[in-house]
């Protein structure tokens, strides 16, 4: 029975994060409620340094910004699957060590 009110609790905690965020009105006062630090920086260099040119450029840019969440978000699952992979793999060679 305890770890049914844990679960509920965590699933109810989880449920809280992503709806108040969203429910908040803080979104509608920004331009782009989902921009990037990157687009922020580059916003404030460019107010105190408007002569600033950068001295490299992106070899290719996604076609939109849907495109790039989405390269993201491809890119940090594989990184958490390739470092879930290894944690498991060690506790399953330690667990196999322990059995011998």
Request: hydrophobic letters at 50%; charged letters at 20%; a negative charge.
């Amino acid at each position: 029975m305890n770890l049914l009110r844990n679960n509920t609790f965590l699933i109810a905690l989880v449920a809280l994060i992503v709806v108040v965020p969203l429910a908040l009105p803080i979104a509608e006062s920004m331009d782009e409620p989902f921009g990037g630090s990157d687009d922020k920086a580059e916003g404030v260099i460019a107010e105190v340094a408007p002569d600033y040119k950068p001295w490299f450029s992106s070899i290719w840019e996604p076609p939109s910004g849907e495109i790039e969440s989405l390269l993201f978000a491809l890119q940090a699952s594989l990184g958490t699957g390739i470092l879930a992979y290894y944690i498991g793999l060690r506790r399953g060679m330690a667990r196999g060590a322990k059995k011998d």
